[in-house]
């Protein structure tokens, strides 16, 4: 019997949305990584000039220098504490709690007075007037809502016409050629750890997943799991080990999403009303190839230096038309 199979039929599982489901349990859920919101900026290395391209992206992308934007999804404060020196004000809405406190922790330590956090539970309705926003930023956020297109239909009330909206999103083709099942393994505290296992449908565009939560550190599972291995994958699970394990099983939950390719959310948007929709090139890849152009000698010193180079380019760049069929970033204007 298939492992998916044998967990829905013996295992006593909860449905969730996906703040539930991993959001709510995670300190950082970037593991602390970001430049900026947890690192000193560091010009010589290559990831922090693709996030820096990447925040100049959704700068110069939504036009929204000195303006009123909102970030959906902002798990901990990305985009929108990196935009936040730019903007008017920036305004974090998440499902899940945690994030929220964790973004406002965030902005405390960085002494940002110009983004403000709010909880709003899954699948409601913003608590914005219509046509308050002047940009709205998304970073792999509207897939892990209940409803994408719904959401879409939200963020397009609470902008203002003429409006852009710029989305990162996780589309599943880069899935392909083996990694349709994965596990992950994750600690929670000492003695308690999850196992998740993602279950992707590329062609149908959609996502289960299974996390289990048992009642041993990490490292013990993963022994159980694949003896003398530290990172087990899905080849290692076997329902002999997970029926073994059984009482040390302490919540099992389910998370079904849908993860729209391109061609999809460009249908949705344009059926949400969004006159213009704009798949282009992106301000991240962008750096993280002039970096390598870049002699070491050339670059740019620190961060003001380095968004003075960017900036401009990173405006041509997030004008520039990509193929849909890559599934790269999308403007939406309203
Ligand atoms: C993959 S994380 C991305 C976080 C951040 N934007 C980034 O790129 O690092 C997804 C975020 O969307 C939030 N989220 C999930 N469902 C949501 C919903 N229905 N409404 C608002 N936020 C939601 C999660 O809590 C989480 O913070």
Known sequence: MDIVHWIEQNLPITSCTSDVFIYDDMESQSGQSLPVIYKPFDANQASHWQDRGQILDYLCATDGREKRLLDFGPGDGWPSLGIAPFTKEVIGVDASMKRVEVCRANAARLGTTNAYFVHIPAGEALPFDDESFDGVVAASS????????????????????????????????????????????????????????????????????????????????????????????????????????????????????RHPSAKTLATWLEEVGFSEVLPTHDGGTFARRLYDHVPIDRRPSDIDGLDAVLEPLVGIAVELAAPIGLDPMITAVK
């Open 142 to 257: 509207i897939e892990q809502t209940p409803d994408p297109k719904a959401t879409l239909r939200e963020i397009y009330r609470v902008l203002r016409p003429q409006g852009r909206l710029r989305i990162w999103y996780e589309a599943l083709n880069r899935y392909g050629g083996g990694r349709e099942r994965e596990i992950w393994l994750s600690a929670i505290g000492h003695c308690t750890c999850r196992l998740i296992i993602y279950v992707r449908d590329i062609a149908g565009e959609r996502t289960e997943q299974y996390g289990l939560t048992f009642r041993m550190s990490r490292e013990e599972l993963a022994a159980s799991l694949a003896p003398g291995k530290s990172e087990p994958t899905y080849g290692d699970l076997s329902i002999k080990t997970l029926d073994n394990l059984r009482l040390q099983i302490v919540d099992v939950r389910k998370c079904a999403l």
